[in-house]
């Protein structure tokens, strides 16, 4: 598969192909497969966050007993997970450094 380069802004949920498009945090190399996946994970984050905005106007769900809540922790961490993967090594260090990725022995 032929990988190409991406940079990746996860507070906007944006991917491109171009630098100076929009402001971004991280650059990968990825298939368009890999990208799909990726666009996905940013897709289903976006909805689980406009189901918490709801939900934060019902003051009987407390946060931590809200499920919402959790899926959008599992969706970004699959996000820097994937991130750290595709990433170069300035993406790696980054994440690595921040604790936004659980190193494994397959890393």
Do not use: C
């Amino acid at each position: 598969m032929n990988k190409k380069t991406y940079y990746v802004s996860v507070q906007d949920g944006m991917i491109s192909q171009h630098s100076n498009v929009s402001p971004w945090e991280f650059e990968i190399a990825a298939t368009d497969e890999e990208i799909s996946v990726l666009r996905e994970y940013f897709d289903q984050l976006y909805s689980e966050d406009w189901i918490n905005f709801f939900r934060a106007h019902v003051p009987i769900v407390e946060y931590h007993n809200d499920s919402s809540n959790d899926k959008m922790d599992e969706l970004r961490k699959n996000i820097y997970s994937m991130l750290y993967q595709l990433g170069n090594a300035q993406t790696k260090s980054f994440i690595s450094e921040n604790g936004l990725h659980e190193m494994n022995s397959a890393d």
